[in-house]
C-alpha cells in the first residue's frame, strides 16, 4: 500500500509546515521524469496482478472466526522461505513476493515477476494465484486461513473478533469507538497517516452505510452496539452529536476502509500516449467491473443495503476540513474539494482527438501555481490539470529524515502526494533508473472467493485492454456520468437490477463492425479490410489512427445511454457487441490453439454468467447465506456463529469440497482438488 519508507514520522503541525516543500519539490521531481522519459518508446507489454488477504484464524470450539494479528511474523516467514525458494528456483521461474498491508491482519500477494502478453503467461495466472495461497496457507497455523475476502464481516464489533484481543480504547492513532490501535501494520506510516488524517479533517472520520432493514430489523434504527458514552477522547462525542446516523452502520476510523482486500491490475504501455489512451479508456469501467465483483454485504455485524467496499473506503480516508467539504466558507483552506482522495477519477487525460472536451464536465479544483508551472515546461493542458488537480492534497505522512530530497534522482516527494490520491484507475510514471515504463493500474475490483474467479476477472480484462488498444475503440462518456455510475454500481443487485450510463457506438470509425454474430465480426481481415496474420502474444504500440471521419460531432448526450449490466457485457442490438464480444473478436486475432480457448471460454463463460444473472455476485451469495442461516433471525445482525460458518463455508468453496451452484460453475474442482483449474 503505497510508499513505505522507514524513518521518524512527523506529527500533522510538523508534516504542515512542509506540505508546500513536498509539493514544490513533488513537481521537481515530475518533470524531471518528464524531460527524461516522456520520448521513451516501445516498451512491450508487462503486466501484473495484486490480490489481498485477510489471515483468519477459526476457533471451532468457540464457533469464532477472528482476524490474526500475526501479519509481522508471517511476512517474515513467507519472505525467508520465498528468498530461499528463489534461490533454488534462480532464473527458471519467478517466486512470488508477499507484503504488507494496513490491516495487521492482511497479506498481500503479487506474482514476484511481471506477466507478459504470450497466451502461455495468460493461462499460468490462476496457477501463480493458486501457488501464493498454497504457500501462505503451507506457513500460517493450523487454525489459520488465508481468505480473499473483501470486508471481514464483524470488524468493529463488541467482543472478540481478533487474536490476540486488543481493547478499543487505546485506539491513540484514530480515536476510534470500535478498533483498537493494533489493528492496523506497526509500521510508521499506517498510525501516522491514520492520525494525521484524523487530525487535518478536524475530526474522526464518518463512514454511514445504509442498514438492510428486514422484516424483525427495528425501525429507526440505533445501533445499540456503540457506545454513545464513552469519553476517553475528545472526538467520543461525534457520534451522539450526529456523526452517527440513524437507520445506518456507523464506522469511524481507517481501518473499516483500507482494511478492505481487492484485486488490482497494472498495465506497462508502449510509450506515455499509450498510457493515456488506456488510463481514458479504463474510467468508464471501473463501475462495471465494480459491480460485476461486487462482494462486500457485510459491515460492522451489520448486513448493510449496499454490496460493494468503495464508499467505505472514500469516507475512511477523507481528510477534507469542514471548509473542503463545503460546509464552511473559504478562509483557512484553499479549495472546495467535491471528493474524498480515494474516489473515481475526475479528468481525462488523453490528447486524442475523439476525447471530446465536454467529456470532462464536473468542475474539477487544481493547483493553478502548479499548472501553470507545468504548462511553462511545455506540458499539455490535460496532463497539467491532471497533475495540479492530484496535487490539491497536503501529503500525509513526512519521515524527518527525507525531507530534502536529490530531484533528480528522487520520486518519493511525487509519490508521497500521487500514492495517496487513491481513485479507480491511476496513472502511473516510470520510477528512478528503472527498466519499467509508462503504467496504468486499474483498481476498482473487489476480490473474489477463489482463484478461478480472480483469474477469470484478471484475464478478461488483460483482453480487453488489448481489444481497446487493437479495435481503437471509443468508451468515452461524461465524468458526471461516470460518478453517477460509482454510486449506482455499489446499490444492493446493481448487477442485475440496476441499469448504467454506457456509449452505444464504442467504434471510432465512422464505418464500424457489424455485430450480429455473438462474438461480433471483427474478424481476421481486421477494421479495413486488409489481411492480417494472427498475432501470436498480446503486444503494445497500437498507433492511434487517422481521425480524418472519426471524430465524435453532434450532441454528446445522443453518445450514451443506461443500459443493464448484461447488455453492457453481453451486447445490445445489431451496434454494440458488448464487452465480452469485443474480447472474443480480439481473440479471433489471435493464434490460439484448442486447448488455450477452451481455458479461456471457461473463464469467459463465468464472466458471462455472472454479467447475466444466472451466477450470482459474491455479494449477493454472502446475503443469501446471511438470510438463510437457521441462528439468522431477520434483523440485519450477523452473530459471531453466522460469521464463523459464513467463512468456513468459504474457505471450503475454495477448496472445492463445498459446491455452490449458484454462485459458482458445476465443474468448478477447486484449489485442493485441481490446483484452483477447471
Known amino acids: ?23 514544490s519539490h513533488g513537481i521537481a521531481q515530475f518533470l524531471h521524469t518528464w524531460d527524461k522519459l516522456k520520448d521513451r518508446q516501445g516498451d512491450e507489454l508487462l503486466w501484473g496482478d495484486e490480490i489481498e488477504y485477510l489471515v483468519v484464524a477459526f476457533d471451532a470450539v468457540e464457533k469464532n472466526a477472528k482476524l490474526s494479528l500475526r501479519q509481522s511474523e508471517i511476512l517474515a516467514k513467507l519472505g525467508s522461505i520465498c528468498e530461499d525458494l528463489s534461490d533454488e528456483a534462480g532464473e527458471k521461474f519467478a517466486i512470488p513476493t508477499f507484503h504488507p498491508e494496513y490491516g495487521r491482519y492482511m ?6 515477476s511481471p506477466y507478459t502478453g504470450s497466451l502461455a503467461d495468460l493461462l499460468s495466472v490462476e496457477g501463480n494465484m493458486r501457488y501464493r495461497r498454497s504457500l501462505a496457507r503451507k506457513h500460517l497455523e493450523d487454525h489459520e486461513v488465508p481468505l480473499s475476502f473483501t470486508s471481514f464481516p464483524r470488524l468493529g464489533t463488541p467482543g472478540m473478533f481478533t487474536v490476540p484481543h ?6 491513540v492513532s484514530s480515536h476510534s469507538l470500535f478498533l483498537p490501535q493494533e489493528i492496523s501494520n506497526p509500521h510508521a506510516r499506517f498510525p501516522t497517516l491514520t492520525a494525521n488524517i484524523r487530525s487535518r479533517r478536524g475530526s474522526k472520520v464518518a463512514i454511514n452505510l445504509p442498514l438492510f432493514f428486514d422484516k424483525n430489523t427495528p425501525r429507526p434504527f440505533v445501533d445499540p452496539t456503540i457506545p454513545w458514552d464513552r469519553d476517553v477522547y475528545p472526538e467520543d462525542p461525534e457520534a451522539k452529536n450526529g456523526a452517527a446516523l440513524p437507520d445506518h452502520i456507523y464506522m469511524d476510523a481507517m481501518g473499516f476502509g483500507m482494511g478492505c482486500c481487492c484485486l488490482q491490475l497494472t498495465f506497462q504501455s508502449c510509450n506515455v500516449t499509450e498510457a493515456r489512451r488506456l488510463y481514458d479508456a479504463f474510467i468508464p469501467l471501473g463501475p462495471i467491473m465494480l459491480a460485476l465483483t461486487a462482494a462486500s454485504p457485510l459491515y460492522r455485524g451489520y448486513v448493510a443495503d449496499v454490496d460493494c467496499r468503495w464508499n467505505v473506503i472514500a469516507g475512511s480516508v477523507d481528510d477534507r ?4 467539504r463545503g460546509l464552511k466558507p473559504l478562509k483557512q483552506d484553499k479549495f472546495v474539494i467535491p471528493k474524498s482522495r480515494y474516489d473515481s477519477v475526475d479528468l481525462y487525460i488523453s490528447e486524442d482527438l475523439i476525447n471530446r472536451p465536454e467529456y470532462n464536465d464536473t468542475s474539477v479544483p487544481y493547483d493553478i501555481p502548479i499548472y501553470k508551472r507545468l504548462r511553462e515546461h511545455g506540458l499539455d493542458d490535460l496532463l497539467s490539470k491532471h497533475i495540479a488537480h492530484l496535487f490539491i492534497r497536503d501529503p500525509l505522512v513526512i519521515f524527518s529524515e527525507l525531507v530534502d530530497q536529490d530531484d533528480t534522482t ?5 509519490e508521497n502526494i500521487q500514492s495517496t490520491n487513491w481513485q ?19 483498481r476498482s475490483m473487489e476480490v473474489q472467493l477463489t482463484d478461478f474467479e480472480n483469474a477469470a476477472f484478471a484475464v478478461f480484462f488483460v483482453l480487453l485492454s488489448r481489444a481497446i488498444l487493437s479495435f481503437d475503440l471509443n468508451l468515452y462518456m461524461p465524468i458526471s456520468k461516470v460518478d453517477e455510475n460509482m454510486q449506482t454500481a455499489q446499490k444492493r443487485d446493481a448487477a442485475r437490477a440496476d441499469k448504467f450510463y454506457f456509449r452505444k457506438n464504442v467504434f471510432s470509425t465512422q464505418t464500424s463492425p457489424s455485430a450480429t454474430s455473438s462474438a461480433c465480426s471483427v474478424d481476421d481481415a481486421g477494421l479495413n479490410g486488409s489481411a492480417k496474420p494472427k498475432e501470436k502474444k498480446l503486444r503494445n504500440c497500437f498507433p492511434i489512427p487517422p481521425r480524418t471521419n472519426g471524430i465524435p460531432r453532434g450532441p454528446v448526450e445522443a453518445e450514451y445511454e443506461r443500459m443493464t449490466l448484461e447488455e453492457i457485457m453481453l451486447g445490445k442490438g445489431n451496434e454494440y457487441p458488448g464487452l465480452i464480444g469485443l474480447v472474443r473478436a480480439y481473440l479471433d486475432t489471435l493464434d490460439v490453439d484448442a486447448e488455450t480457448g477452451r481455458r479461456l471460454d471457461k473463464y469467459l463463460d463465468l464472466i458471462k454468467r455472472r454479467s447475466n444473472g444466472s451466477l450470482l455476485t459474491t455479494a449477493s451469495w454472502i446475503r443469501n447465506f446471511v438470510r438463510t442461516h437457521p441462528k439468522y433471525k431477520f434483523d440485519s445482525v450477523v452473530s459471531q456463529e453466522i460469521n464463523y460458518d459464513l467463512l468456513v463455508a468459504v474457505d471450503q468453496i475454495e477448496r472445492g469440497t463445498r459446491k455452490e451452484p449458484s454462485l459458482m460453475p458445476q465443474d468448478y474442482c477447486g484449489g485442493v482438488a485441481d490446483q484452483g483449474r477447471l
Open 424 to 442: 479507480t484507475v491511476r496513472f502511473k510514471p516510470p520510477p528512478p533508473d528503472s527498466p519499467i515504463g509508462w503504467r496504468v493500474e486499474f
Open 321 to 324: 476540513t469542514e471548509e473542503e
Open 107 to 112: 497479506l498481500e500477494s503479487t506474482p514476484g
Open 166 to 171: 486488543f481493547d478499543p480504547t487505546n485506539a
Open 410 to 414: 528522487s520520486m518519493d516527494h511525487f
Open 1 to 23: 500500500m503505497g510508499l513505505l519508507s522507514l524513518g521518524t514520522p512527523l506529527s500533522w503541525p510538523d508534516t504542515k509546515k512542509y506540505a508546500e516543500h513536498v509539493r
